[in-house]
């Protein structure tokens, strides 16, 4: 049907239909009858719409406002569903908000909902426009940057809560032995000065017109826990505080000159450190090419020092008083201008002497074997090796340390071994050649000590609290990207090692003193009683 119309049978056939409006293969197996009754249908159906439109939709207008009013009507469910959805939604983010309040809450005292925090409300309070929530700007920086600081926080507190764990179990000794001394460093080097190469020439011949500046490199492999420190009053009495911890006595300064500053420092050591039951002693730099004289004006100088009450002294049975101990640095370069100065005639001393300066216990830097006889002809007291690097000379060797024991008591003369607990120079080319001794975890340590106890020697020194360029430093460090430290273990693993192992060297000293019989009394030179022949 078209229009109103009944197609004729003809047409439905060229549709593909029946004359039924059926597809043609379902017509086809129906009866006469049945083919009748279907036309009948379609066409009561068509007439019962034609009249339902023309009763309640006479005209155009009234099927438009029809439409309409159906329009109208779904408007108003929609509005109705909506806002019905919003208040459940306000609802939630209420319950949302008191249920953050009370969480940050400090306390655990309950307070009514209906009365949140002002604090927390204020905190939690979002920027609305219009009564809807506008979202904070993205800023992906700042966010990495909260990120970052949180996890510099958490770092710091978990550092804060190890260092107060290690403090707490860390090895003590509560007695302080003046037989073992540390190299002591005041002021730190921190930084060296490395010139640039030159920028190059655009042409062979020629010459820069500006000579590049000095670069500052920071001259350590280690990062010590106090940063980059200068000395003051509190930073020398926490390291003062520290060595006593260990057991050690004496400190070892390098004396260079009469500088103010230098002198100034010098002075408040020696005020503060006998307040934490430790005293000092000096060690004297000198060279091949220097003079006599500028020896006898640093034996001057320190002749001003000897009297205060903090200066390390040693009873002499043989002159019957007690003498400063003073160490030389490279002494054996002084065997052709020094000559026999520091040697004792029958008349006490040679008319012109250096002992006529300062008379004190002098102990001279060897670095060969030869270097021992060398200071024997000079009439130094004693040697030490100074260099804690195992095989890098014959002194520092520890399998050679039974021979110069040998030699000092052949000629009356002290040795003093150095130990430390490593060697780390951050030079690419180190000035010393290629020294370098990893730490082992300790055990290069281990070795050094047990060594210098079994040798049964009077004096030890520690190669160093604080030398940080040369990595020999005991003190704490933290671990830093770039920089190497004690892992694994403490910050202060080398502190605890130093105060166990100076506690076997007290026992062992006790223990030889203990079994010496009245026919083989002990020797003087092993300071068993803190006195020297």
Known sequence: MRNGRELPAAALRQEGKGSLGLP??????????????GRSNNVRKCTRAKMLLKKYVKTRR?????????????????????GSSGRNAAIELLLDERFIARAYRPGDQPQSPEKPPPVAVALLQPQRENGVIVPEKYDEQKIKERIIQSKIDLMKQQQQRDHEAEQSSRTTLDVVITAVHIFYTAPVPWYKSKKPPP??????????????????????????????????????AQH????????????????????????????????LAPQHNLSV??????????????????????????????????????????????????AYKLSDSLGRLLCRSPSLVEPDGLRRVLDALFIG????????????????DGFYSKLPSNGAVFASTWKNWSYLKSFALSYKMLFVPTVGPGFAERNK?????????????????????RTAILNHVGFINIASYNNWPDGSQIEEVVPRAGFLDYNPGSRTKYLDLTAHWVGNFLKTRQEAAAAASPASPPSCYELLNGTIC
Do not use: M
Request: hydrophobic content about 40%; overall charge positive; charged content about 20%.
């Open 24 to 37: 043609k293969e379902e017509e086809d197996g129906k009866t006469g009858d049945e083919k009748q009754r």
């Open 62 to 82: 009234k099927l438009k406002i029809l439409l309409l009013l159906a329009i109208v009507a779904l408007l108003v469910i929609t509005i109705i569903v909506l």
């Open 199 to 236: 920028p190059p020439a655009e042409h062979p011949n020629d010459v820069p017109l500006t000579t590049p500046r000095p670069v500052r490199i920071l001259n350590t492999a280690f990062y010590p826990a106090l940063g980059l420190y200068k000395p003051s009053a509190s930073l020398l």
């Open 240 to 271: 003062f505080e520290n060595i006593r911890s260990c057991g050690i006595g004496v400190l070892i300064l390098s004396y260079s000159g009469s500088k103010p500053t230098e002198a100034a420092l010098l002075h408040q050591i020696l005020e």
């Open 281 to 330: 002693t000096f060690e004297l730099s000198v060279a091949g090419n220097q003079s006599v004289e500028f020896v006898r004006q640093q034996l001057q100088e320190i002749a001003t020092y000897t009297s205060r009450a903090g200066f390390y002294k040693v009873w002499s049975q043989s002159r019957g008083v007690a003498l400063p101990v003073l160490y030389v640095s490279n």
């Open 365 to 380: 830097h060897i670095r060969l074997k030869s270097h021992a006889d060398v200071l024997r002809r000079l009439c130094f």
């Open 429 to 449: 080319f180190p000035r010393h050649g290629d020294i370098q001794r990893h730490r082992s975890n300790g055990r290069y340590y281990g070795v050094a000590w």
